[in-house]
């Protein structure tokens, strides 16, 4: 009750006495204002963050976990971190991760009745075809499982179209948009988790269901028939088409430790898949409806990547001085997808977090604690590259760990806990558990911050509140006792430590960027990045400055060993 009335007084005073601040009940958290005035100025008019962010993305390309891409773009970084004076920076192997993967060539065109070359994109460990197949297409159309049985023995070696048409709608309401004041103050007076907060959990409708298991049974008959290449139209419309990753098929009860992935060097032969645009897709099947011999033309060549099945972490450190053994963390992921370049996903994040180390870096400041920096591999696959920084580094949980989804929307991703576990989880610790400050993390696209996840943490509260007052005026003034899942602090949350997303203007990345072809440096926000990094180094410097380390929510479980290091 205590929060609604001081969301609504926050809010009031936003818009009644801009520029008053609001007085917590708890002492003032003390903080030296003149450091961010600082940092503000080096993040707003000296900001090399759109260089480097266009290294990330245009130079670099895709960035998918264990390809030689992201690889380059590792070394750039290391580099780049290096140049500006951070020490020790270096990439950190963690796995094995897999197999990696790379797109070398690909066309898809309509060759009859007439020709049109088409929009489209290859998913993710799609193996090459052989070569150029031209030839009529088969459009498997089953609205139930028993229509599948007239596909007998027609499918091999043919150019499948695996989905009906999708209707595509006029976008009358607009792309992009921000977090209004209502999204806000709904955030602000969100129920901690537990009790209804953590953003909403997916639940499948039983159409929606129905749909998963036709489409799972169309996946297994593909797999037993053996066609060339299949073509699904991707969500998405108007030149914007989502693309992950390729797909094998197991029977619906195949618990997920059974199922191979494409990614691992052992994965059965994978069956060559690519994406259509949605108005290139609908196109083929009324042409076919309407009894044209639509004939295509398909070539997929990709390469997999199997001497290294290792993925890298990018580290880097401003080191401390009279509490150089204590650690404040910032970070983000690396590794994207791979039809776009990754940019607002998240090239943003790992932009945000690199000029972060530079303005601490470039205005001297010598901070208290060291301050880390960890670019993660592997995220869109499950957070994997960070929950293995964090298992190496600080501790892991016994026993089956949570799932986490990795790459969904913003509170699609929480940790999928059963919900009555009987026995308390049970926790390695490593020494440096008890020294990490703090972690924050950014990767919610290229919207500026409006605020902080305090991810159930309620003792963070006066403290973020004071850290943000210095950026009201640049729209960031809101906390949320939620957490927001889908990302790497998870990784550090399921340890019992602090660590946080902030909440960030959505932009485009559900409509148009999020693991998709759009998702490019032209759709990236240069003032929102420059207001997120300054953002970021402030909070990393106070982290860094405070007397104590940041307040703790209570283990989540027994620690039943102590390791070193
Ligand atoms: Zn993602």
């Known amino acids: 009750m205590q929060r609604r009335i001081t969301a609504i007084a926050l809010m009031l005073s936003t818009f009644l006495l801009p520029g008053v601040a609001v007085r917590a009940q708890a002492p003032q958290e003390k903080f030296d204002t003149a450091a961010i005035e600082k940092i503000k100025e080096e993040g707003m008019k000296h900001s090399q963050l759109m260089d480097v962010l266009s290294y990330i993305t245009d130079v670099s390309g895709a960035r998918l976990t264990g390809s030689p891409n992201i690889k380059a773009a590792q070394e750039w970084a290391k580099q780049k971190l290096t140049e500006w004076g951070i020490q020790n920076a270096h990439l950190e192997a963690w796995g094995p991760f897999g197999r990696g993967w790379?797109?070398?060539?690909?066309?898809?065109?309509?060759?009859?009745?007439?020709?049109?070359?088409?929009?489209?994109?290859?998913?993710?460990?799609?193996?090459?075809?052989?070569?150029?197949?031209?030839?009529?297409?088969?459009?498997?159309?089953?609205?139930?499982?028993?229509d599948l049985d007239k596909y007998k023995g027609k499918l091999k070696g043919a150019i499948v179209l695996l989905s009906p048409a999708r209707e595509v709608k006029a976008h009358f309401t607009p792309d992009g948009r921000r977090?209004?004041?209502?999204?806000?103050?709904?955030?602000?007076?969100?129920?901690?988790?537990?009790?209804g907060g953590g953003g909403?959990?997916?639940?499948?409708?039983?159409?929606?269901?129905?749909a998963m298991l036709l489409n799972n049974k169309k996946?297994?008959?593909?797999?037993?028939?053996?066609?060339?290449?299949?073509?699904?139209?991707?969500?998405?419309?108007?030149?914007t088409i989502f693309v992950q990753s390729a797909q094998l098929s197991y029977p619906q009860d195949t618990p997920i430790e059974k199922r191979k992935q494409v990614r691992d060097k052992d994965a059965p032969p994978i069956i060559p898949q690519a994406v259509v645009s949605v108005e290139h897709y609908n196109r083929l099947i009324r042409m076919l409806e309407r009894g044209a011999a639509v004939q295509l033309e398909v070539n997929i060549s990709a390469k997999y990547w199997d001497q290294d099945l290792m993925s890298y972490n990018v580290i880097g450190e401003i080191p401390g001085t009279d509490l150089k053994d204590e650690i404040v963390m910032l970070g983000a992921h690396f590794d994207s997808w791979h039809s776009g370049t990754g940019a607002t996903d998240n090239a943003a994040g790992s932009a945000?977090?690199?000029?972060?180390?530079?303005?601490?870096?470039?205005?001297?400041?010598?901070?208290?604690?060291?301050?880390?920096?960890?670019?993660?591999s592997g995220e869109e696959q499950g957070l994997l590259g960070s929950r293995a920084y964090v298992a190496e580094h600080f501790g892991k949980r016994l026993g089956p760990e949570p799932r986490f989804g990795g790459g969904g929307p913003p509170g699609a991703g929480?940790?999928?806990?059963?919900?009555?576990?009987?026995?308390?989880?049970?926790?390695?610790?490593r020494a440096d558990h008890e020294k990490l400050a703090g972690y924050f993390n950014l990767d919610n696209g290229t919207g500026k911050v409006r605020g902080v996840y305090m991810q159930n943490n309620e003792a963070v509260r006066p403290i973020f509140r004071?850290?943000?007052?210095?950026?009201?005026?640049?729209?960031?003034?809101?906390?949320?006792?939620?957490?927001?899942?889908?990302?790497?602090?998870l990784s550090f949350d399921a340890v019992g430590l602090p660590g946080f997303q902030f909440i960030q203007d959505e932009v485009e990345y559900d409509t148009r960027t999020h693991h998709s072809n759009q998702d490019v440096y032209d759709r990236i926000q240069e003032d929102d990045m420059k207001q997120a990094a300054v953002i970021m180094a402030s909070f990393v410097y106070n982290t860094a400055m405070r007397d104590q380390k940041l307040p703790r929510k209570a283990l989540p479980g027994k620690v039943v060993t102590q390791a070193g290091k």
């Open 200 to 210: 909403p959990r997916f639940q499948a409708t039983p159409e929606q269901r129905a």
């Open 102 to 146: 790379s797109l070398e060539g690909f066309s898809l065109n309509m060759v009859k009745p007439y020709y049109v070359p088409l929009i489209a994109y290859p998913k993710a460990w799609s193996p090459s075809t052989n070569g150029a197949l031209r030839g009529p297409v088969v459009y498997l159309d089953a609205k139930a499982e028993s």
């Open 466 to 489: 004071a850290w943000l007052a210095p950026f009201r005026d640049m729209g960031a003034a809101t906390l949320s006792i939620s957490n927001t899942g889908g990302t790497d602090h």
């Open 352 to 376: 945000v977090c690199m000029e972060a180390m530079r303005i601490l870096q470039a205005l001297g400041l010598k901070p208290r604690r060291t301050i880390r920096i960890g670019l993660w």
């Open 179 to 195: 977090l209004t004041e209502e999204d806000l103050l709904k955030l602000a007076n969100a129920d901690p988790p537990g009790a």
């Open 414 to 429: 929480a940790p999928q806990t059963p919900p009555a576990q009987q026995t308390p989880p049970q926790f390695e610790l």
């Open 219 to 239: 996946w297994e008959f593909i797999y037993s028939e053996g066609p060339a290449v299949v073509l699904e139209p991707g969500r998405g419309d108007g030149g």
